[in-house]
């Protein structure tokens, strides 16, 4: 287990080295970004948790084409709605035996021409990790205090720990107070 978390570490100190990020501004780069990818979380619980705030996410971006990423081996075509939403969910051979995206489905991803990645994966995974470092032109958006630069260029940072459902609350207002001034509404605060 070891070997591979190694291997996989020295291919994404490859990837970092190649990476040259784009400069943003804020709160400009949110105004209107055409193709979002939402990296989804590995588990049942968080996936859950982050069904409930897909209403949140299109009312903030209306005109974005959404794209849902499961992570290698995981469907969540039972659990999400594919209504305004387009699920990929890579097969286990898809990766490299360490984890990382094989280029092949890098060269898959790179056709949507993502111009923004909402990184919702808690976890540290070398298939996420290498996913937004093969996007250097996004803006790459997750929470602070987890991977950092160069895998992000916009991190939130949340006084939650361990509470996902707050983490995820206070991401998604964070979004909303950047780009419209003003908190949105929550599953929470909708009494969902």
Not at 109 to 121: A, T
Not at 142 to 166: C, M, Q, S, V
Request: glycine share 6%; hydrophobic share 35%.
């Amino acid at each position: 287990m070891k070997l591979k978390k190694y291997l996989a570490n020295i291919k994404l100190y490859q990837q970092k080295g190649k990476m040259e990020s784009e400069m943003f501004d804020f709160p400009e780069s949110l105004q209107s970004p055409k193709q979002i990818l939402v990296c989804l979380p590995e588990g049942l619980r968080e996936l859950t948790v982050v069904k409930q705030y897909l209403p949140t996410l299109t009312s903030l971006f209306k005109s974005s084409d959404f794209t849902l990423l499961s992570m290698p081996g995981v469907r969540v075509a039972d659990i999400y709605p594919r209504k305004g939403f387009n699920i990929v969910s890579p097969s286990s051979d898809q990766v490299t035996w360490s984890g990382v995206a094989k280029p092949a489905f890098l060269s898959t991803l790179s056709q949507y021409n993502f111009d923004m990645i909402l990184d919702l994966n808690f976890e540290n995974s070398a298939f996420t990790s290498s996913i937004l470092l093969n996007f250097p032109k996004a803006l790459r958006v997750g929470k602070g205090n987890h991977r950092g630069n160069p895998f992000y260029n916009l991190e939130i940072k949340t006084r939650y720990l361990r509470d996902e459902r707050n983490i995820y609350r206070s991401l998604f207002d964070t979004l909303a107070l950047l780009k419209t001034g003003r908190s949105s509404e929550t599953p929470a605060q909708a009494g969902i």
